[in-house]
């Protein structure tokens, strides 16, 4: 276990900024991850699919880990994507997580790999980092069936939570459940939040979507464990509208009417995705319905 505890309940995926010249904005990082903190997020995750990991060089993702637990300074768990193009480069980035003082690490298997492989490469983050170990279960990614992500529990005491994205979320979240028992402490679901409380029914306890939102689904479990299902689940209804615009556009444009970005540019273009003025206009019709359940860093003007 963790110097936290057990770590559930709404861990933010940070967005990568860039300035003018495509390299990482430091400063809004920093300023993300500090959003995270002060806005009541549960913990933090940087860099995997929402952080775009597969732009980012080697150098510039562990440089800035260090600069997002500085901004974080102990006051929420940060876990560290190590998802990379291939099992040494993931080991790699498990070693930085370790020296860096990171509080866990996460995964997934490399692109054109297979099963074989997923179980393997988690067998030696055990013996590159000294923390506990999450698995990332997407589709796409030689995904694990529950009775191998209990096995591998069992063989790897290190391994104590799971990012379980196969679709349909739900379902397979009360499979790894049914398989794990307690060997695996917090399920976490993905899809952007979209299926929270669903997934508290079945047996998770936490999710890992972008974090422009995440103070307002943090609310969620807040009230779910309070024992108040009906406002938690009224307030994810509100949010879900604005769930199911997300891009990696509209996540950057939510922080920075938030006040949290400063930059809205793109390393790869956004073509389509790209937000227009009717965009812009229904993103604000939408945020009325959630408005009064913002505790800080009110969206600003359009």
């Not at 939040?193 to 479990?221: S, T, W």
């Amino acid at each position: 276990m963790g110097r936290h505890g057990v770590m559930k309940g709404l861990f933010g995926l940070l967005p990568t900024p860039y300035d003018d010249n495509l390299e990482v904005h430091t400063a809004d990082l920093k300023s993300v991850a500090d959003f995270c903190c002060r806005s009541g997020q549960h913990g933090i995750v940087w860099p995997v699919m929402v952080g775009e990991f597969y732009f980012l060089g080697e150098d510039e993702r562990v440089r800035h880990l260090d600069a997002v637990l500085a901004s974080v300074n102990g006051r929420i768990p940060v876990v560290f994507g190590c998802s990379g193009v291939s099992v040494p480069q993931v080991l790699l980035f498990a070693r930085a997580a370790r020296q860096a003082g990171a509080d866990a690490i996460i995964a997934m298997a490399p692109a054109r790999t297979n099963q074989t492989v997923a179980l393997d490469m988690f067998h030696r983050l055990a013996d590159a980092f000294d923390g506990p170990i999450m698995i990332q279960n997407a589709d796409g990614y030689a995904p694990l069936r529950g009775e191998q992500i209990a096995q591998l529990a069992t063989e790897v005491p290190a391994i104590e939570y799971v990012k379980e994205e196969r679709s349909p979320g739900p379902k397979h979240v009360a499979e790894v459940r049914h398989a794990a028992g307690d060997r695996i402490k917090t399920i976490f679901g993905g899809a952007g939040g979209k299926h929270i409380p669903d997934e508290l029914h079945r047996g998770g306890n936490g999710n890992m979507p972008a974090c422009e939102f995440g103070d307002l689904l943090a609310q969620v479990y807040e009230l779910w464990w309070q024992g108040n299902e009906a406002a938690a689940r009224d307030l994810h209804r509100r949010l879900l509208p604005l769930i199911n615009l997300e891009t990696h556009p509209f996540m950057r444009y939510i922080l920075k009417r938030r006040g949290v970005f400063t930059s809205l540019i793109e390393r790869a273009p956004a073509g389509a995705l790209a937000l227009d003025a009717d965009d812009r206009r229904e993103i604000t019709r939408l945020l009325a319905a959630v408005a009064p359940d913002v505790r800080s860093f009110a969206p600003g003007a359009e």
